[in-house]
C-alpha cells in the first residue's frame, strides 16, 4: 500500500533563517506531488506542484521554492524565512490519471518567530 | 475553470442531529466530487467521493454525499452527529483531462458539535 511520510511534524525557526520540509512517498512510482500552506482562516493555498523528476509549477509567487530530486521525494525550501511564512504545511500526492484524489501527509507547524 | 463553493464557514449542530454541509460546483466537464476532513493539526483524510455511476455515495464514519447534477451540488450528509464529528470539511472537485490533474478546494467548514 501507499504511504506518506511528512516531517518535521512541527517547526520553529527564527526570521532570516533557512528552511527545508521533506515528504516522501511510498508504495508507488511516478506520483504527482503537491505543497499547501494552510494560514489561520484562509483555507488551502497551493504552493506547488510536481508531475515528474525536476518538473516543478509554481502556482504562488512567493519566498518558497520546492524541488523534486526523485521520483518519490518532494522538498519545500526557503533561504530566508518571513513573519508571514508561519502557517500549516502539507504535502500530498495522487496518481497520475484521475479520480482518486489526494493522499495528504501529516502536516508540519511551522512557526516564524 | 472549476470552482468550488462551500455555504457557510462554520456549522454548528448538537450532538444526535442531522448534519448537512453544503457544497456547490462548477465545471465545464464532468466532474470528480470530494470531501475531506481534517482534525485539528491534522492532514486532511478523504472522507468519499464520486467519479462515475451511483450519484449517493456513502463514506466512512457514517457520512454520505449526494452528487446532483441539476443543482451542481455534492452535500455532505450524516443523520445522527457524534461528537467526534467536530472538525474542518473540505469538498473539492476534479475532473478526468490529462495526467496531471489538480483538485480544487472550497474554503472549508468547521464543524462544532454541542453536547
Known amino acids: 500500500s501507499q504511504t506518506i511520510h511528512q516531517w518535521p511534524a512541527t517547526l520553529v525557526q527564527p526570521v532570516g533563517s533557512p528552511l527545508s520540509l521533506e515528504c516522501t512517498v511510498e508504495g508507488t512510482s511516478n506520483p504527482n506531488l503537491y505543497w499547501y500552506r494552510q494560514a489561520a482562516g484562509r483555507g488551502l493555498q497551493l504552493l506547488f506542484y510536481s508531475v515528474g523528476i525536476g518538473q516543478i509549477s509554481s502556482e504562488v509567487p512567493q519566498n518558497l521554492s520546492a524541488s523534486r530530486p526523485q521520483d518519490r521525494q518532494f522538498i519545500l525550501s526557503s533561504k530566508k524565512l518571513l513573519l508571514s511564512d508561519s502557517g500549516f504545511y502539507l504535502c500530498?500526492?495522487?496518481?497520475?490519471?484521475?479520480?482518486?484524489?489526494?493522499?495528504f501527509g501529516s502536516g508540519t507547524r511551522l512557526t516564524v518567530v | 475553470a472549476q470552482s468550488v463553493t462551500q455555504l457557510g464557514s462554520h456549522v454548528s449542530v448538537s450532538e444526535g442531529a442531522l448534519v448537512l454541509l453544503r457544497c456547490n460546483y462548477s465545471?465545464?466537464?464532468?466532474?470528480?466530487l470530494f470531501w475531506y476532513v481534517q482534525y485539528p493539526n491534522q492532514g486532511l483524510q478523504l472522507l468519499l467521493k464520486y467519479t462515475t455511476g451511483a450519484t449517493l455515495v456513502k463514506g466512512i464514519n457514517g457520512f454520505e454525499a449526494e452528487f446532483k447534477k441539476s443543482e451542481t451540488s455534492f452535500h455532505l450528509t450524516k443523520p445522527s452527529a457524534h461528537m467526534s464529528d467536530a472538525a474542518e470539511y473540505f469538498c473539492a472537485v476534479s475532473y478526468s483531462g490529462g495526467s496531471n490533474y489538480k483538485l480544487t478546494f472550497g474554503k472549508g467548514t468547521l464543524l462544532t458539535v454541542n453536547p
Open positions: 465545471s465545464s466537464v464532468p466532474p470528480y
Open positions: 500530498a500526492w495522487s496518481p497520475g490519471t484521475g479520480g482518486r484524489g489526494y493522499t
